[in-house]
Nanobody, 117 residues
Framework: VQLQASGGGLVQAGDSLKLSCTGS????????MAWFRQAPGKERESVAG????????NVADSVKGRFTISRDVARNMVYLQMNGLKPEDTAVYYC???????????WGQGTLVTVSS
């Protein structure tokens, strides 16, 4: 499975962005998906996750109330809606997939989000 993330860019604090992730095969629509991010000099952290059907999702406390993860199973797409962006949200964002055991085997190439103050 190949994942392709897109939608990053340079925005100002308070702005919104919507990241998208698509899988190369229909099989990826059956996987649990997540968004991770890695800021310069920091470890990668989980941002949000969603199950294969889109019926269960969670977000990290650091983005709760601002970020929302969703998916369109029919289109094989996963999204991360990011509102109220802050400079500390600046990072490379990656989408990843797992068969459900928590081991994320497939990763997208990352999309850079830069939030200026």
């Amino acid at each position: 499975v190949q994942l392709q993330a897109s939608g990053g860019g340079l925005v100002q604090a308070g702005d919104s962005l919507k990241l998208s992730c698509t899988g190369s095969t229909r099989a990826s629509s059956a996987y649990d998906m997540a968004w991770f991010r890695q800021a310069p000099g920091k470890e990668r952290e989980s941002v949000a996750g969603i199950n294969w059907s889109g019926t269960s999702a969670n977000v990290a406390d650091s983005v709760k109330g601002r970020f929302t993860i969703s998916r369109d199973v029919a289109r094989n797409m996963v999204y991360l809606q990011m509102n109220g962006l802050k400079p500390e949200d600046t990072a490379v964002y990656y989408c990843a997939a797992t068969v459900g055991d928590g081991n994320y085997e497939w990763w997208g190439q990352g999309t850079l989000v830069t939030v200026s103050s």
